[in-house]
């Protein structure tokens, strides 16, 4: 249980010696807005409007509203822009993808009465099957500036405090960043076997300055498939639920590199020193999702789900690797040969709850509202190994996070053919206020749509939607510098079906 990684999120940090913990719980409890082409032009907005596939991740009840039978799927462009500032030293980075976030199909059955439809009782129901892309996890982030009397040595000697030096050449300690930085000299043994101080400390350097260059790569998806069934009551009631399988894939790169610019200690031989961690993640779990949705009036529905914690079984397979450069050319690099480990875990996802009303005005409007609510301290680890313990991850997490609020509102405006979507969401701060505010830690969703409509069986959907937040960063723990990342999150999405 030596990996490590670095996730860039809010309050994160990014160099990181121990092994999993809060933020690779929020990673994957943290989902996007997500649906069909039509949903995604309204900011996610569509928990009780229903007839529509993104329903089975929303409210599964929505899939209780078809009358015919369908499919459709969807493809987009993202555009992920990150803007940071390290100690006023700005860098733009960009992240271009393709994805297909939706497809699926639909199918209805009806119950005639008396040759004209039913109007009590059981009178339809509904069987999709698809597939939601929930979260992606591609980034492209880059900083770099310089700091005074901060090295990355400090952080990783009180990592290594308490470890006795001689075992750290072992073999088991060959993915182990403080092992590899006292191999290469990067952090010494201070006064005894088991402590340690930087290379700086150790040289009584007090007077000193270090470039500071971090790049991080981050890719991966995290994919809902269901299976959801819905029924109509009476035109009245419809009530809906869905089987999930979540499906995460996740890649990570962290380039942390420094080099001393100035020295109080003359002929020091400390160069520039350079660490990297590479990560690969993947993990499935399985879920439910139940809701109801009530139509007291043709105008007005109003709907409500609940999303089950998903047990997620997770598997990293990782490896790390410390350079350090001295003046005179000499350079040093552990461990010798690439060496690839894994640990297998188990995340709790937080479980889900949303509100929702729709009012329709005839053939001309649709207006959503949806609000959704997230515990995200009761995510959790669970080691699948007796000797593991994630106590300490835990009650971090329940300390960094809080209850997270969203609200969406989407306004759908018909013509003969043509459909036209706008809207708007504050995805609220999933982190405790003593930890960010909620000014820094809200983002905000914005977005508009268009549709064409043939023969009321042919369609054709485009959304464009911006994302736009900040993320807060330290290079790592202990450093007097916090990167402040402006993000853009720019989707193009593209959807088509028929209805049948």
């Known amino acids: 249980m030596m990996k490590k ?3 860039v999120l809010l309050a994160g940090v990014c160099l990181q010696v121990n092994a999993q913990n809060h933020e690779d719980i929020f990673r994957y409890s943290n989902q996007q807005v997500v649906g069909s082409v039509r949903t995604m032009g309204l900011s996610g ?3 009780a409007a229903g007839a529509d596939l993104s329903s089975a991740s929303y409210n599964p009840a929505g899939i209780g509203l078809y009358r015919r039978n369908e499919w459709m799927g969807s493809m987009s462009f993202t555009v992920n822009r990150s803007s940071t500032d390290f100690n006023g030293n700005p860098m733009v980075d960009n992240r271009t993808m393709f994805n297909i976030p939706n497809f699926g199909m639909v199918f209805n059955s009806t119950t005639p009465g008396n040759g004209a439809q039913k109007a009590q009782g059981v009178i339809g129901g509904s069987l999709a099957l698809g597939m939601n892309r929930i979260n992606d996890f591609q980034s492209n982030i880059a900083f770099s500036g310089t700091v ?3 090295s990355v040595g400090d952080y990783l000697a009180r990592m290594a405090y308490g470890t006795d030096t001689a075992a750290m050449w072992g073999a088991a300690y060959d993915n182990t960043l403080f092992a590899l930085a006292r191999r290469v000299n990067l952090i010494y043994n201070d006064t005894a076997g088991n402590q340690f101080g930087s290379w700086q400390r150790i040289s009584n350097d007090t007077d000193y300055t270090m470039f500071q260059y971090q790049q991080l790569q981050s890719r991966g998806r995290m994919n809902e498939w269901y299976v959801t ?28 590199s420094e080099t001393l610019k100035k020295s109080s200690v003359v002929g020091n031989q400390y160069k520039s020193s350079l660490v990297n961690q590479h990560v690969e993640t993947r993990g499935t779990g399985v879920g439910g999702k139940f809701g109801m949705i009530l139509r007291p009036a043709d105008f007005i529905r109003l709907g409500a789900s609940y999303h089950t914690p ?7 397979d990782y490896y790390n690797s410390v350079t350090m450069n001295f003046t005179d050319g000499s350079s040093y690099t552990e461990p010798l040969e690439k060496r690839i480990d894994y640990y297998e875990y188990q995340i709790i996802t937080p479980s889900r709850f949303t509100s929702s009303a729709s009012i329709i005005v005839g053939k001309i409007l649709i207006l959503n509202a949806d609000y959704e609510r997230i515990d995200f301290t009761k995510g959790r680890l669970q080691s699948k190994d007796v000797m593991t313990d994630f106590m300490d991850a835990n009650n971090v997490n329940k300390q960094v996070f809080a209850v997270a609020q969203n609200y969406k509102m989407g306004l759908e405006v018909r013509g003969r053919y043509t459909r036209y979507r706008a809207g708007y969401a504050l995805l609220g701060s999933p982190y405790n206020s003593a930890v960010l505010s909620a000014a820094d830690g809200n983002k905000h969703l914005l977005s508009v749509g268009f549709g064409w409509v043939y023969d009321d069986a042919y369609f054709f959907d485009i959304a464009v939607n911006d994302r736009i937040g900040k993320d807060f960063l330290t290079p790592y723990d202990g450093s007097p510098v916090t990167v402040t990342n402006e993000t853009h999150k720019l989707n193009f999405n593209f959807g088509m079906g028929c209805r049948f």
């Open 5 to 7: 990684i670095c996730s």
């Open 45 to 47: 907005a569509w928990g």
């Open 148 to 150: 005074k009397n901060s």
């Open 229 to 256: 069934g819905g029924l109509n009551i009476s035109n009245f009631l419809y009530l809906g639920g869905s089987l999930v399988i979540d499906h995460a894939v996740y890649t990570h790169d962290n380039k942390y």
């Open 310 to 316: 998903i047990r997620m079984n997770m598997r990293d």
